[in-house]
């Protein structure tokens, strides 16, 4: 296992638990040429690692997740959420779903007066 930040290697096998273990090494990666100091990316890995046993609780598996159930997810950590968790999970989804692991939802346009008002105006 590519272990970029150095951490011991118990500490860093204990990140690579359930559905998610696969793609611990390329989010580390991620993190690491994102500039991470290695305690905020060990803290990052951690969410990661609490996720994946969430999906596994639940009897999910990595092509199911979505942000419902990053909600859901979230709302269980919610009394012990840190700052910067839903940017951590949301890094992770992109990233999925950036290599083809998950499926981007599909795009919704909002059609209201509003929403054409706003796009008028951004224009």
């Known amino acids: 296992m590519y272990n970029p930040f150095f951490l011991k290697p118990k500490v860093w096998q204990q990140l690579h638990v359930g559905p998610l273990s696969p793609y611990v090494d390329a989010f580390a990666q991620h993190l690491l040429e994102q500039g991470y100091a290695t305690s905020t ?19 999910l598996s990595v092509k199911a997740l979505n942000e419902q159930h990053i909600a859901a997810f979230l709302h269980q950590l919610h009394r012990r959420q840190q700052r910067g968790d839903l940017t951590t999970v949301q890094a992770l989804l992109q990233q999925l779903r950036s290599g083809g692991i998950i499926e981007t939802p599909p795009t919704t346009i909002d059609i209201s007066a509003l929403a054409q008002l706003e796009r008028d105006f951004t224009q």
Request: no cysteine; proline share 0%.
């Open 41 to 59: 990316a060990y803290d990052k890995l951690h969410v990661v690692a609490k996720l994946s046993r969430w999906l596994e609780e639940h009897d």
